[in-house]
């Protein structure tokens, strides 16, 4: 019995205890080594994001660039189509997560819950962790007073040694100028520095002398001075504070370096300059006389004729604003506007444009603006179809001002030129040429005022954003205007 007991099955055979201390320490090895591998792995950001299919994105929100986030509808933000544009160059689906401010957007990069943040943002100084990506848009700080509150100040020395309460925004870095002036004075003095969350919020502050003076991006201060025509620049502050987008800490940069790739790749085409002249191209076409003249006629004016406009407009499915805008380039909304040539009424329109559209009175505002709603719509029939939105509409507005001729003439000096005869962009460069003579002698049509319709354009342009900005409405989240119909960049 004792030696059948010495002779038990392998299977059951006892370890010898030096080989099960053997494997008990190659066990521990290979744990260590597990552990220290991952506490230098460094995750990569893309992987994450393709592994979910989804590009999670924190957005901030800015009333004035109208943030939608059902993408199904498209959308009109700049960077909102460039965001698009990269989840489907990744094969991943945009997810949005709209946030009120930076600092929102900065809790979850540092949570990980999104893969990157944007919405005007600059490279914060009170959040260093955070991981720098792409430069998106070079913009300018600027110190901006309130007419009537206060007056402008000739140096940033000046402004510390009076002292002055100044609004910021968490969008924004302190500007380095400010900060570096600071430094030269050694203290602040008597400078009180106070945030707000947005532009609206801080002109808010400032128009009610709660801050003396406000430190604006360009971009702000060109849109909220269409509103806010006391707004008053005081000082140039950065001469660039460039618009980033930002990742979260701790990844590698294998998604930021897929976001630069992307943004090279529009920007070594034309995509990325013809997204950028779609949405700011027009913002600096008026100066400040303008912009005070434009309010003050929609104070005084636009009410009167509002009915109509939207009347007409729903009846060709057009945007009131729209047709607003083109009556207030053509006649500062006054129909009994008569112009040295003879063309008059609120679309003013020539005698032998009324009579094509059987327009009896040209006085009349109604028959004025539906005729000139069907003219533009004529003129968007007939221009060739290889030309697509929004360029069809400047197009069109363009024919409406100078002939559908001559903008014809225009695109094939374009295209001979080298330029695209689809893109506004580039036939509003040709078209001043209809006015030398040894351009227009190569033409059909012949002589024309060529600069004339490139100027009423961007006017249209202008007002049309102008009143979308002050007249906003729910269908603006599905991209109705007809000068904001963009679609999604991809490569």
Known sequence: MINGLMHWPPRLRPKNTLARRIEIGV???????????????????????????????????????HTVTDLSNGSDQFELVLLTGLAE???ARLRVHPVSGPQEAYRLLRARRVDLAAGMLTAPRDDPGLT?????????????????????????????????????????ALPEALTAAQERAGTWSDVELIQYADGPDLVAALRAGHVDYAVLTSIELNRLQRVYTALR???????????????????????????????????????????????????????????ISFNRLVQERLDTW?????????????????????SYQESLWDPGAVSPTGVRGLMMLTTATAQSL?????????????????????????????????????MALASYNVGLGHLLDARILTENGGGDPNLWLDVMNWLPRLAQREWYQQTRYGYARGWEPVTYVQNIRSYYDWLVQLFPEPGDQNGRGPLYLSVPLSL
């Open 306 to 326: 509002r009915p109509v406009f939207e009347e007409i407009a729903l009846e060709h499915g057009l945007d009131w604003r729209f047709l607003a805008a083109v």
């Open 233 to 291: 620049p005081s000082l140039e502050l950065d001469a660039s504070a460039p618009v980033v987008w930002l990742f979260p800490p701790g990844l590698d940069r294998s998604l930021i370096d897929s976001a630069h790739d992307y943004l090279e790749a529009l920007r070594a085409g034309r995509a990325f300059e013809l997204l950028f002249d779609r949405h700011f191209g027009h913002l600096e076409v008026h100066d400040l006389v303008d912009v």
């Open 132 to 172: 720098v990506g792409p430069e998106i848009l070079p913009i300018q700080k600027r110190l901006v007073h309130w007419h009537g509150n206060g007056r402008g100040v000739g140096s940033l020395e000046e402004l510390l040694q009076q002292g002055a309460r100044i609004g910021v925004t968490s969008i924004l």
């Open 27 to 65: 066990f521990a090895l290979l744990l260590l080594a597990i552990v220290v591998w991952a506490w230098h792995y460094t995750p990569s950001g893309l992987n994450l994001a393709l592994f979910k299919q989804e590009l999670h994105v924190a957005l901030v929100s800015h009333p004035h660039d």
């Open 358 to 394: 059987g327009v009896s009175d040209r006085t009349d505002p109604r028959q004025s603006v539906e005729g000139g709603a069907r003219y533009v719509l004529q003129m968007l029939e007939r221009l060739p179809e290889a030309i697509s939105e929004p360029d069809r509409t400047w």
């Open 89 to 91: 160059s990744l094969g």
